[in-house]
């Protein structure tokens, strides 16, 4: 369980145990004293990890474009999201839902890996860029020597006076 998890470990536990005796999460969450929210989450991750979900899932998975693809084919064919979590191996069936709205919406390419960083600035060619930032130096450059010779001129006349 993660720390910013507002509930504490007897809640967990106990929550678990109501949810396998049959009770929803908003039973479990009023007779454990805990937030609706909280144990509607741990209720979700249980109906797919079982008593595993008491168990702290691994960081941030990162999953290939062919996983990806055949787990949103086999939800749009029809079958339950909750079982193909289970079968494999996922932290929970709320990880799929963003796979296949992306999927619908545009496709294969919304389940391709993307660049991580910062977009390049919308007209500006990558190879230009190289160019851009040398003009930037080059003009940084001569904002310098021309700030610096006016100085110069100043202190110049300041000296004839």
Same mark, same amino acid.
């Given at each position: 369980?993660?720390?910013?998890?507002?509930?504490?470990?007897? %809640?967990?536990?106990?929550?678990?145990?109501?949810?396998?005796?049959?009770? &929803?999460? =908003?039973?479990?969450?009023? !007779?454990?004293?805990?937030?609706?929210?909280?144990? @509607?989450?741990?209720?979700?991750? +249980?109906?797919? $990890? &079982?008593?595993? @979900?008491?168990?702290?899932?691994?960081?941030? %998975?990162?999953?290939?474009?062919?996983? !990806?693809?055949?787990? =949103? %084919?086999?939800?749009?064919?029809?079958?339950?999201?909750?079982? #193909?979590?289970?079968?494999?191996?996922?932290?929970?069936?709320?990880?799929?839902?963003? +796979?296949?709205?992306?999927?619908?919406?545009?496709?294969?390419?919304? #389940?391709?890996?993307?660049?991580?960083?910062?977009?390049?600035?919308?007209?500006?060619?990558?190879?230009?860029? &190289?160019? #851009?930032?040398?003009?930037?130096?080059?003009?940084? $450059?001569?904002?310098? %020597?021309?700030?610096?010779? &006016?100085?110069?001129? @100043?202190?110049?006349?300041?000296?004839?006076?």
């Amino acid at each position: 369980m993660r720390a910013r998890s507002s509930l504490t470990e007897d %809640q967990r536990v106990a929550a678990v145990a109501l949810f396998e005796d049959g009770l &929803g999460a =908003v039973s479990a969450a009023k !007779k454990v004293g805990a937030g609706r929210c909280a144990v @509607a989450m741990l209720y979700d991750r +249980w109906r797919v $990890r &079982g008593r595993n @979900a008491l168990v702290e899932k691994p960081d941030r %998975q990162h999953f290939s474009f062919e996983f !990806k693809l055949a787990v =949103v %084919q086999r939800v749009l064919a029809g079958e339950n999201k909750i079982e #193909l979590a289970r079968e494999y191996g996922l932290s929970s069936a709320k990880i799929i839902e963003p +796979w296949v709205r992306g999927y619908r919406r545009d496709g294969d390419e919304a #389940l391709r890996p993307k660049r991580a960083g910062r977009r390049p600035a919308p007209g500006v060619d990558p190879g230009e860029a &190289g160019e #851009l930032d040398r003009l930037r130096e080059e003009n940084e $450059r001569l904002r310098t %020597q021309v700030a610096y010779l &006016g100085k110069l001129r @100043a202190l110049r006349e300041q000296g004839r006076r």
